[in-house]
């Protein structure tokens, strides 16, 4: 590549596991990254590595399959040495040989805790071929871990919290890397973090795929057949504030005016010749009004759009529902998490029950799939929740424009209920033993004296009641085939 001391390659990292939805679409946070910077004409070219590590390698490392027993002492030592198993060899050396090895900066933009531990992996070799190299890692998963993460490692990169433009400008004019904004720095033993760089939403350029195989991304789509789906989103940031989720820390909410979205959207599908559009955005309709002439301004404008995105509960009515199916929509997930009101409100999701039945009807009333996200063995789980639990997937057996995903909770750094567990009756939080390459998880006791081992026997016996219910939900979703390989199929 000309210009090579100039020269930012962005990377969208492979997995080490193949534990993904079967939806392939072209990665939005990179694609946006590289509009911003592209647009200030700096020598910058994008790849991504995710799609070939979940779909063209078969053989490829998978932590949650074939390497399941891969451990963190092995990872570790690779990073250090580069020396190791072949399957860790082998993965980074592929990924490798599909970017320039020329670049001075390499960027790594991670969404997933399994492309994180990816991009470790293809640092510490690029650092052992090209010492001299700068290699920066930032994208949402790191935004969202704690700053003292990066500390953990003893590779010389840079971590980079919140939006990456700024930053990765001033390393490519040269300035020092300690004024980037975001940066973390750890200085004997301290945590340094300057604050983040968090444009509004308004700000932001629509993703720009130059350079990417769209075809990757085609895949066959029960309803519409070979399909690309665009991601854009119309807000940034997530306007909730769910006790048991991280996301909060990603951006500020904001969103953008109804004319860039129109304006963006019309070139986005003309340019990429597809209708079809992930909204990547936390909760679509945060502002209602604001989403309704949206939706009236993509009926008028974009005809034949077809598009899914992420709902909230709360004021979700017919006439936002009619209008969404009017400008194209046909499936929307809610993040519902329970039909018990006590519960409901601990997990802090901001609607009462009869909203939930109104969100999930008026879906289905205008032919849009709605598919409700839930959670058991939440902190203060009651028989109670486990009766709402089954009428709630009772009320909708038949329907088939309604579908259920379920799962376990899981207490995390970076929440609400972690950071301030008295408000929500925990305590004594500490650090469960996981698998290196599992999301990070605490045990806790509940404050009015139940321990760690009275909960997980309560559970146990919660579970155990739905578990029919939660089986029939999963063989929907992964089914098995007669040699009992799994098999997916799509939710939207």
Not at 413 to 441: N, S, W
Request: aromatic share 10%; hydrophobic share 40%; with cysteine.
């Amino acid at each position: 590549m000309k210009n090579a001391e100039r020269s930012l390659i962005l990377v969208h990292p492979p997995s080490v596991s193949k534990r993904y939805l079967p939806t392939r679409f072209p990665p939005h946070g990179l694609a946006a990254l590289y509009a911003g910077l592209s647009r200030r004409v700096l020598p910058v070219v994008q790849f991504d590595r995710l799609m070939d590590s979940l779909y063209s390698d078969a053989d490829g490392l998978d932590v949650h399959g074939r390497d399941r027993n891969l451990p963190e002492s092995e990872f570790r030592e690779y990073l250090d040495t580069g020396q190791g198993p072949i399957r860790l060899t082998d993965f980074v050396d592929r990924h490798l040989a599909a970017v320039p090895g020329d670049g001075a900066i390499y960027a790594f933009s991670a969404v997933s805790y399994y492309q994180l531990h990816g991009a470790l992996l293809l640092a510490s070799e690029l650092l052992r071929r090209r010492p001299e190299v700068v290699i920066a890692l930032g994208g949402p998963c790191v935004t969202v871990k704690p700053a003292t993460y990066g500390a953990d490692f003893s590779l010389p990169l840079l971590w980079i919290k919140g939006c990456g433009i700024e930053p990765l400008s001033g390393l490519l004019r040269g300035d020092d890397p300690e004024s980037l904004p975001g940066l973390l720095r750890f200085d004997k033993g301290l945590v340094r973090t300057n604050p983040p760089s968090r444009p509004p939403a308004e700000n932001e350029p629509a993703p720009d795929f130059t350079g990417l195989d769209m075809e990757a991304y085609r895949y066959d789509h029960a309803d519409f057949g070979p399909t690309i789906f665009l991601p854009y989103r119309l807000t940034k940031g997530c306007p909730s504030a769910c006790a048991f989720c991280s996301g909060r820390l990603v951006d500020p909410f904001s969103a953008k005016s109804k004319g860039k979205v129109a304006a963006e959207l019309a070139e986005l599908t003309a340019r990429y010749g597809s209708k079809a559009v992930m909204f990547t955005d936390a909760s679509v309709n945060a502002l209602p009004e604001v989403f309704l002439d949206v939706c009236r301004l993509l009926a008028r404008d974009l005809p034949g759009l077809r598009w899914y995105a992420y709902a909230r509960v709360h004021g979700f009515t017919d006439r936002m529902a009619e209008a969404a199916a009017a400008a194209g929509c046909f499936a929307l997930f809610f993040g519902v998490e329970s039909a018990h009101p006590p519960t409901i409100r601990l997990l802090g999701k901001g609607f009462e029950t009869p909203e939930l039945f109104a969100a999930l009807d008026a879906a289905s009333g205008a032919g849009i799939k709605g598919v409700a996200h839930l959670m058991y063995n939440t902190p203060h789980e009651t028989a109670d929740d486990v009766s709402a639990f089954l009428r709630l997937v009772g009320r909708y057996d038949g329907n088939p424009l309604v579908e259920f995903m379920a799962q376990r909770f899981l207490l995390e750094p970076g929440t609400l209920m972690f950071a301030h567990p008295e408000r929500y009756g925990l305590a004594k939080l500490r650090p469960m033993t996981t698998g290196f390459f599992d999301r990070t998880e605490y045990a806790y006791d509940l404050a009015d004296g139940a321990s760690r081992e009275a909960l997980r026997e309560r559970h146990a016996v919660n579970r155990h009641m739905l578990e029919p219910v939660l089986a029939r939900l999963e063989e929907r979703i992964f089914s098995r085939d007669a040699s009992g390989i799994r098999l997916t199929r799509e939710l939207m």
